[in-house]
């Protein structure tokens, strides 16, 4: 495979995977706005400036380098932000990447790999969630996310295009070199919020309510190591030709909030303020994967299975953060 165009390519999710497939001898081509993203992400890849909704800047991409494939992963992604401005959401998400696949088509570019999300499924029937799962999202973002996913649909029987949606639950963690890791302004996932708290650089963690039907009380959730994540875009770029469709991401293990207090306490030897506080509108109880088609589809399965594991290289991040 030629040249791979790393859409997004210095955010959280995008720039482990372009270390990644840049450690495994891809030719790869990193871009990004950088209203997210960190130049220092990209690491020693190259990157170009262009915004999704800037056609000139996006052409540019498409001009100056022979792209074979794309990941893309410049997407909003704050569920509380895409209700309280879903234009937002709409503008960059959607015609966004309708604005990506239309400069694709021009360039005779095929293949795309997509970060899509389990926030398509809205709220859950049943766990673990499988693909088949009825799609009914709760918020603006998990709505864009699916108009994508039906964008592939029709582009693919119209025009060809060969896609893998990658629905992701909790991506988690940090590279082991810790040199890149997770950073978002304004931070509002949990993880990063209990390792600052610990840290003192926040007052306490605030766990969205305790009284939910699981057995500490604490919502569930499926934490995913990024760099789990980042094979399996390999993984999915490499399969483009036999397989096209939408595939899950998650360990299929559920952790509870006051379980990953416990485990930030373990491993950073200290204790983290925590205070109980009301739901967040729009949580479920519970939300974890079915992740067999990923294992079947892709011969892929996650290397980051105990929880330990995962917030230890994200407390190593923040104790070495650089950005
Ligand atoms: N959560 C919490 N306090 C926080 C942030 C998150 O209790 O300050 C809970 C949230 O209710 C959810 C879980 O932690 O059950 C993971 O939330 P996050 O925002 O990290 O990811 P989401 O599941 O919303 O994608």
Known sequence: MGKILVMGGAGYIGSHTLKHLSEQGYDVLAADNLAAGHREAVLNSPLII???????????????????????????????????????????????????????????????????????????????MDEKHPQAPINPYGQTKLAIENMFRDYQTAYGLQYIALRYFNAAGADESSLIGESHNPESHLIPLVLQAVKGERENIKIFGNDYETPDGTCLRDYIHVNDLAVAHRLALEKLDEFQGFINLGTGIPTSVLEIIKAAEKVSGKSCPAVISERRPGDPAKLYADNRAAQNILGWKPQYTDIEAIIRTAWNWELNRRF
């Open 50 to 128: 262009a915004d999704l909704l800037n056609e000139t800047s996006l052409e540019a991409v498409f001009t100056t380098h022979k792209i074979d494939a794309v990941i893309h992963f410049a997407a909003f992604s704050l569920v509380g932000e895409s209700v309280k401005d879903p234009a937002k959401y709409y503008r960059n998400n959607v015609i966004g990447t309708f604005n990506l696949l239309e400069a694709m088509r021009r360039h005779n570019v095929n293949k795309i790999v997509f970060s899509s999300t389990c926030a398509t499924y809205g709220q859950p029937h049943y766990v673990p």
